[in-house]
């Protein structure tokens, strides 16, 4: 099966480079990222973590290698998107998600300099716009949190829109990054209270993908239905999140929360029965790499270690079916969470660790 031959993260030559450098076979890896780049990089309007130059500095700076004309590049469409954000907040509309989202948006940039070699000061204005949607918004005839999107999930126009929770597109992503960079004694005015704010959402709404205005107007969330405990959606990328904020507060009853979160989500047969492939996004390697973070940072590590046997187990049993070769949805991804080394810290792009 051929690669596209894109600067794509997610599918294209790059996941799968970044499956070599991870190995330390960096001759396996330069072909491909040569052939990433035969058409030019990409610093256009979809330019991303997962797309165009954020996606090439990423996989070079795995194996230690800064260009810094990909990163000039990278710092005009960083520049670009905040120019667009702040147009956006002077005309008073909702976000959409692919403003601040991980997959597309301010949250993946903000990560991809987070990483960087060195300082950046486009990073500090990259976390002062994800703490500002913790300040509440008149849209719809009432009070809605700041990063309420007019965009579905499927990013169509959505009638009274959407509050989404999952680290892939919804507000468990900026709660990440956020958390990550007070771990590393990274802080902007108001951070600690953005944490504070997302991670209160998340444990009141965080048992759904996203919530609705009709889950606004009861007086009490309804009862969340059992659904799979994926990074993208659901329990495990979002108890990661809080626990990464339980960590950055020096919170350990919330990071106790968290951590029972994620093991009640193992525990059950309804949830577990709808992860059906072995891939990052939503299937075995996800949920395996994400446990194994969360294990890692918890106090109490030995309680995990069953789950994660059973999770590995799934994983190499399911990695063959994948028909992708690329990294969210495919075997470069899934093998890197099946090795389970992070070496150059490709969990990063996952808002892990």
């Known amino acids: 099966m051929s690669l596209p031959r894109t600067q794509a993260l997610a599918e294209g030559t790059l996941g799968v480079a970044l499956l070599h450098i ?9 072909p491909l990222l040569a052939e990433a780049v035969a058409g030019g990089v990409s610093t256009g309007a979809n330019a991303c973590l997962f797309h165009g130059s954020p996606a090439l500095e990423f996989v070079l700076g795995r194996a230690g290698r800064v260009d810094r004309d990909v990163q000039a590049a990278v710092d005009r469409v960083v520049a670009a998107r905040l120019d667009a954000a702040r147009r956006r ?37 990259v976390l002062a716009h994800l703490v500002a949607p913790a300040r509440q918004v008149n849209a719809c005839g009432r009070a809605l949190p700041g990063w309420w999107s007019p965009d579905s999930p499927t990013h169509e126009e959505m009638d009274g829109g ?29 951070q600690t209270e ?8 998340l444990d009141r ?13 009861a007086a009490e969330p309804p009862p969340a239905p059992p659904l799979r405990p994926s990074w993208c959606y659901g329990d495990l990328g979002i108890a990661r999140a809080l626990q990464l904020a339980a960590l950055a507060l020096g919170a350990p009853a919330r990071r106790k929360a968290a951590e029972e979160t994620a093991m009640t989500a193992l525990a059950d047969p309804a949830r577990l029965v709808q992860v059906t492939d072995a891939s990052l996004c939503h299937g075995w390697a996800g949920l395996l790499t994400v446990i194994t973070a969360i ?24 990695i063959a079916a994948l028909s992708k070769p690329g990294f969210m949805e495919g075997r470069a991804g899934a093998q890197l969470a099946l090795e389970g080394s992070n070496t150059t810290g490709w969990t990063c792009a996952l808002l892990i660790g």
């Open 22 to 30: 991870e190995r330390g076979d960096l001759a396996a890896a330069r």
């Open 89 to 125: 907040r002077e005309s008073a509309r909702l976000p959409r998600l692919a403003e601040f989202d991980l997959i597309r948006g301010l949250t993946g940039l903000g990560m991809l300099l987070l990483v960087r070699p060195g300082s950046s000061p486009l990073l500090a204005e």
């Open 162 to 190: 959407h509050g989404n929770n999952g680290v892939a597109h919804g507000i468990a992503g900026p709660l990440a990054l956020l958390s990550l960079a007070a771990r590393r004694d990274i802080q902007v005015a108001g």
């Open 194 to 201: 953005a944490i504070e704010v997302f991670a209160d959402w």
């Open 205 to 217: 709404f965080g048992a759904f993908y996203w919530i609705t205005l009709d889950h606004l107007k």
């Open 295 to 318: 294990a890692a940072d918890s106090p109490a590590p030995d309680r995990f270690t069953a789950s994660i046997r059973q999770i590995h187990r799934h994983l190499s049993a399911g």
